[in-house]
């Protein structure tokens, strides 16, 4: 069993920055691959970001790369989303999501999610 639990969201105002924060907790956490969702009113929830235990390999969707990193401190059990240069359409909730499949990016391949944390940009 793994518990998420994501901190950091906000109001911020276009072009702006935000650090999201996952604390994991479990006696196997850091062995996860970790990924960042996010759902947007009237949206389905969709892939941002993801990075392996092991070799920290990451990926990125399409509309985030080059503007949000996604980092990990497996002896903090947590994981980091840096999201900068923000835009309007970047609003949602953002949720934490912990698989033991590497390189998941579909909601159905995450077995354990966090409550997720309100990111709301004003254009």
């Known amino acids: 069993q793994v518990q998420l639990a994501e901190s950091g969201g906000g109001l911020v105002q276009a072009g702006g920055s935000l650090r999201l924060s996952c604390a994991a907790s479990?006696?196997?956490?850091?062995?996860?691959?970790m990924g960042w969702f996010r759902q947007a009113p009237g949206k389905e929830r969709e892939f941002v970001a993801s990075i392996t235990w092991r070799d920290r390999r990451t990926y990125y969707a399409d509309s985030v790369k080059g503007r949000f990193t996604i980092s990990r401190d497996n002896a903090k059990n947590t994981v980091y989303l840096q999201m900068n240069s923000l835009k309007h359409e970047d609003t949602a909730v953002y949720y934490c999501?912990?698989?033991?499949?590497?390189?998941?990016?579909?909601?159905?391949?995450?077995?354990?999610w966090g409550q997720g944390t309100q990111v709301t940009v004003s254009s």
């Open positions: 999501a912990a698989t033991l499949v590497n390189y998941s990016r579909t909601v159905p391949q995450y077995n354990y």
């Open positions: 479990g006696r196997t956490a850091s062995s996860y691959t």
